[in-house]
């Protein structure tokens, strides 16, 4: 099963022998833990409390890209929404749509991308399903991990808890993840790679929670959509508007080079290690303090306001005030 | 969004506007529920103890057939994996990969199919995705449900209980919905219909582990590469061979005739709605008792035996004796 040219066929998804030959040489060797091994129709698991329950299809392409595979993001991705729901995860399931014809040695590159990034993230693989559908009706491999997760004692995050004067706190600078994938695809080539932010949030949303408790008010990744349609969800759930301020919103130069050559706003670019998080106003120098340990461009980039109601209004740099809208139509595609 | 003629495209997986319509004038308004309806990147739940915990993703083609839809397989494949680890199914997860394209009115009746089909296993859909891949990327729509049952505190369902002279026991006849699937796609008719046998086995298999404990040593449900498959997993985890009678056995007649046509065994077609069940000889009675009456069909079709370690042998109606060879190749793709 490991020579260079060999790739995945129909027969690899039957059920049959072939199937078992890929779940024993590939996926079960690599992911191997002993939830997993138990290899019945679901993984057993013991848990108490209130659980944290979330899932993502990944479609991205690419499906390699500078700064990571489709692998990391899939764990990296359900880890994240887990996360933000106030939650430490711990099992994911993987759910795998091949497109035949796709290289076994990519495949395999990606198992072991899923594999490092849930050990990095302190997650299990412990339960999966494997399917192949012919060429032309997939693109290479699509990935679906479902994750559950133990909601933290302290964590009480939910959009009713935000309040006029919140502040809007971002764990670094925009638009890079979106960028990474669209450079991959136009071929454009910048004095300095453009990277996926990639990673998995849990441990530093964790320490959040853990020192500031309930005035976390609300927690969300900033992944389709980019951040402006995020704050758009949020703003159409509760009754205030938010206020931002362009300067405070970082994206790296290289990045802003190519949102400028693409003509795209890194507002509505997704990101897939960024995530906002909003607080009472008391406590935003300490978690500034904490985000900046990890990434220096952390900020506080705006306030929640009575003002405008459910609308997001932005500050430029130049002192100018425009409304942000809600992304209409398609900016970027299969980017997650 | 009714009008006949609309389809799904790529931005109704953007993140932006238009998603934020299908989800809240289809998705949410079908599928609503109080937990869904939080909203945020992950269900909250409140369980305890011991969790089953299973994914699974569908590409069935075609989407539509006789006896269900690709919507309605989702719920009941997942319901019944959780099933067959001895779990009451409480919730499930829902990711769509959309083929830019497809018909907002197909969508709409399978996302119904979905609401129903929950409920009849009473089970909520609590946490989704959504994804729309380019045309030629996918083939309609693609499902993957992931869920979460709590396990009975009576089940034990492993196949290390298994013992010899256990029996294998089944709730009805085989390869229905292979050859629904199969009938559809290549145009067959036969005097009556052939109907997928998709449907959730839960409320039964409940019943099973409430009166016999763990006297029910496993279960597994037959579904992609048929009853063979399944057994073949079973007899290669454990040290025993399964020894099998072909006339206890039962294909429907007209589901019969299709395989002859298309020469496929029935042994090997999938199934969506039957399920092997290996328990103590000394229940066999009531056991049969409590599946013949929802299916008069349910037999015992074998037993557990030491003579010919991890090996299939079926003895035909007329007497001669023949090795089930595992699966080799692909013989229904995209059957599930």
């Known amino acids: 099963m490991n020579k260079k040219s060999e790739v995945i066929h129909l027969h690899h998804g039957s059920g049959g022998e072939h199937m078992t030959k890929l779940l024993n040489e590939v996926i079960f060797k690599i992911l191997k833990n002993d939830i997993l091994e138990v290899r019945h129709d679901g993984a057993f698991l013991n848990m108490q409390g209130n659980l944290a329950f979330s899932t993502d299809s990944y479609v991205v392409s690419p499906v390699f890209f500078k700064g990571?595979?489709?692998?990391?993001?899939?764990?990296n991705g359900t880890v994240n929404d887990l996360s933000m729901c106030g939650a430490i995860p711990k099992y994911l399931s993987l759910a795998l749509i091949i497109e035949e014809g796709f290289g076994l040695d990519e495949f395999i590159q990606i198992i072991k991308s899923i594999k490092e990034a849930a050990d990095k993230a302190n997650v299990q693989i412990v339960t999966g399903d494997t399917k192949v559908v012919e060429r032309g009706k997939g693109d290479q491999i699509y990935i679906n991990t479902s994750g559950i997760g133990v909601v933290h004692e302290k964590a009480n995050i939910k959009t009713q808890n935000i309040q006029e004067n919140d502040v809007i706190i971002i764990n670094g600078p925009i638009a890079s993840h979106g960028m990474a994938i669209m450079s991959e695809r136009e071929g454009l080539e910048f004095e300095s790679d453009i990277l996926s932010d990639t990673t998995n949030l849990n441990y530093i949303v964790l320490d959040l929670i853990e020192k500031f408790g309930d005035k976390i008010h609300f927690l969300r990744d900033a992944t389709r959509g980019g951040l402006a349609s995020v704050l758009h969800e949020i703003a159409t759930e509760i009754n205030f508007g938010i206020s931002l301020f362009e300067e405070d919103i970082k994206v790296e130069n290289q990045v802003k080079s190519a949102c400028e050559l693409l003509g795209l706003?890194?507002?509505?670019?997704?990101n897939e290690g960024i995530f906002v998080c909003i607080t009472t106003p008391e406590i935003k120098d300490?978690?500034?303090?904490?985000?900046?340990?990890?990434?220096?461009n952390a900020s506080v980039i705006g306030f929640v306001t009575d003002e405008h109601p459910s609308k997001i209004i932005i500050e430029s740099t130049f002192g100018g005030k425009r409304v942000v809208n809600p992304l209409v139509g398609e900016q970027l595609p299969r980017i997650c």
């Open 68 to 75: 990571g595979n489709i692998g990391e993001l899939a764990v």
């Open 265 to 270: 706003d890194p507002l509505y670019v997704a």
């Open 286 to 296: 300490e978690v500034l303090t904490i985000l900046q340990k990890v990434n220096s």
